[in-house]
């Protein structure tokens, strides 16, 4: 049961991803976790600002199931399959410990940022926000996102979700090496 | 019936991004800081399987389940869309430590505050789609 319980490995991992997007394919759908933000938009009546969200959402009724079925996982894996620690390189952490958060190796996310008592700080509050905001905006005008352009895309050799990719990496590092010490 | 499959499917896709480790903002920081080949080896191996199969499948002229062609389509070429989008999308990733799958992942785990992280994705969407038609596509 041991290998249940420790976090998976990459090879074990990333096979499976490739799998859950062949499941997908297989019963005809398209693997992308960023469309059905599109679609809770077009639900909540955003198409009566833009077209953009004018569409026949309950055609894509099956990403919200899709997604239901992510939280339940989610749910699940906290719960009963995992002690919730992640230990990334020790390198890593000690950088982080300059930034004031500590918390790395002992729980799944940053407690700083994470934490519910970090929800009165403006600042920490504006990071949850804006970086949501920057990865709907984002994800939305590149049309795809991690799952949809670097697994999909990428699986299927097509060049525009490579310069995606190469898009998601330059705002990756950007954010880390330039904006991150100017936040934290 | 199918309601079921997609189900299952997100279930076990929820369960695989989170035993991974692709959830946490520390291995996505960890990620940036090149600090470890863990996210690399995931999106890597989750590739070299991947680009077989769909090789496989288009090869092979394998059938969606009912007979239909499975959604294997071509995307439009353009490079300021994807790379301006790419790189709003980057920094996105990189501040919030998470990306549209592990979001709902992380708020089955009972983590309240990914749901601020939602909302602004949300935000982020319809933001996109009242200026879609003025930017560079």
């Known amino acids: 049961m041991e290998w249940i319980m420790n976090p998976w490995p990459w090879y074990v991992s990333g096979p499976l991803i490739a799998l859950v997007m062949f499941a997908l394919l297989f019963v005809g759908k398209q693997f992308g976790m960023s469309s059905n933000l599109r679609t809770a938009c077009s639900i909540g009546g955003a198409s009566k600002a833009s077209d953009f969200f004018d569409f026949d959402w309950k055609k894509e009724r099956w990403n919200l199931i899709v997604v239901l079925g992510a939280i339940i996982g989610g749910f699940v894996s906290a719960n009963y399959l995992s002690d919730n620690t992640v230990n990334i390189n020790p390198d890593v952490v000690i950088k982080l410990e300059s930034y004031g958060i500590n918390s790395a190796g002992e729980s799944y996310l940053p407690t700083e940022i994470f934490g519910d008592e970090s929800l009165s700080d403006p600042k920490i509050l504006a990071v949850l926000l804006i970086g949501g905001f920057l990865v709907g905006f984002g994800s939305r005008y590149a049309g795809g996102c991690t799952s949809g352009h670097a697994i999909s895309g990428l699986s299927n050799l097509q060049l525009p979700s490579l310069i995606a990719v190469i898009g998601f990496f330059i705002g990756g590092l950007i954010m880390i090496n330039f904006i991150y010490p100017l936040i934290f | 019936m199918k309601t079921l499959v997609y189900l299952i499917i997100g279930v076990f896709f929820g369960i695989v991004m989170y035993k991974s480790e692709a959830a946490s903002w520390f291995r996505i920081y960890e990620m940036f800081e090149f600090g470890s080949f863990h996210m ?32 294997l389509n071509p995307k439009a070429m353009s490079i300021p869309r994807y790379l301006f989008g790419g790189i709003l999308f980057g920094l996105g990733w990189a501040l919030a430590g998470a990306c549209p799958g592990p979001m709902y992942v992380l708020a089955g785990a009972g983590y309240g505050s990914i749901l601020i992280v939602i909302f602004g994705a949300l935000g982020g969407t319809f933001i996109y789609g009242l200026l879609r038609n003025k930017l560079p596509h």
């Open chain 2, 40 to 71: 690399y080896g995931i999106i890597g191996s989750a590739l070299a399987i991947g680009v077989m199969g769909t090789q496989i499948i288009k090869r092979r002229n394998i059938k969606a389940l009912g007979g239909q062609d499975m959604q």
